[in-house]
């Protein structure tokens, strides 16, 4: 078991640097998979980041609503995966 700790500890440092060398603009984009996992990952968009937003694309108004009540969740793992400030999460829905 704490091999495995380990394992995920030092894979965590490895993405965490990875990210902080991608440009400003891209990491906290590049960062969303990881902050909010596979499963809703699979069903949003990060579409970009400037001036501490980030823009993710959702399919539907019951996903907004469900993210935002997750956004403070996101914001922490973001902000630490990412080095970039993001100061907030804006879900917009998908055009049909």
Known sequence: MRDLEHA???LEKLVTKSLR???ASDA???AWPLACGSAVAERTIARDFADGVLRVE???AGWE???LNLAP???AALNRYSGQKVERIEFI????
Do not use: I, M, Q, T
């Open 93 to 96: 829905v998908r055009k049909p």
């Open 28 to 30: 906290p984009v590049l």
């Open 58 to 60: 959702v399919p539907d």
């Open 73 to 75: 969740r996101y914001l």
């Open 65 to 67: 609503k469900e993210l």
């Open 21 to 23: 060398h991608a440009p």
């Open 8 to 10: 995920a500890s030092g």
